[in-house]
Antibody, heavy 121, light 106 residues
């Protein structure tokens, strides 16, 4: 089955860290760029970060640059998002999504179910 | 690039034609996608490159436009179409989404 399954969300204090994971199955993971999109409570969608398929070029939104690192393990078909120095405004459901292309094209044709991150003291 | 959707919400009857507008703050040619998000679920790609129907998506959904003005249409609203619809540009990074249009059944 073609799917993405996120994990790693939870409750963390401001300034803390979390590592999100996204396990991919049913498609050739190496052949596609991957991305993280988040959605704050009652809010719209915000692109967070993306990574190309083969050469792993990385891209970040200004709101998270310097605090977040995206990476991928192509041998284990897994995408990661390491989040440090978390802020209250990072509270959101984080979705991983598959791009239609090897390089970050920006068309996301498969999404995971999301993992919730809450930053609160 | 800022994406502005209108209306922010709408209520229509089953079988009605529903139209959502999306305006980009600058020319994005046809680098525009539409997603559907049902309550409590992940977004789903419906339309890519402004007017191409994603595989498996019902033909009552369509998109048009280029440059800065785009339109999404449901030709005959069905009960399963309730949810929020987002436009998204990918002409340049960061990709950005419109604020969403919540579609309800009257």
């Amino acid at each position: 089955e073609v799917q993405l399954v996120e994990s790693g969300g939870g409750l963390v204090k401001p300034g803390g860290s979390l590592r999100l994971s996204c396990a991919a199955s049913g498609f050739t993971f190496t052949n596609y760029a991957m991305t993280w999109v988040r959605q704050g409570p009652g809010k719209g969608l915000e692109w967070v970060s993306g990574i190309s398929g083969s050469d792993s070029n990385t891209y970040y939104a200004d709101s998270v640059k310097g605090r977040v690192t995206i990476s991928r393990d192509n041998s284990n078909h897994t995408l990661f998002l390491q989040m440090n120095s978390l802020r209250v405004e990072d509270t959101a459901v984080y979705y991983c999504a598959k791009d239609k292309a090897l390089f970050l094209d920006g068309t996301f044709d498969l999404w995971g179910q999301g993992t919730a991150v809450t930053v609160s003291s | 690039i800022q994406m502005t959707q209108s209306p922010s919400s709408l209520s229509a009857s089953i079988g009605d034609r529903v139209t959502i507008a999306c305006q980009a703050s600058q020319d994005i040619t046809n680098y525009l996608n539409w997603y559907q998000q049902k309550p409590g679920k992940a977004p789903k790609l419906l339309i890519y490159d402004a007017s191409y129907l994603q595989a498996g998506v019902p033909s009552r959904f369509s998109g048009s436009g280029s440059g800065t003005h785009f339109t999404f249409t449901i030709s005959s609203l069905q009960p399963e179409d309730i949810g929020t619809y987002y436009c998204q540009q990918y002409e340049s990074l960061p990709v950005t989404f419109g604020g969403g249009t919540k579609v309800e059944i009257k």
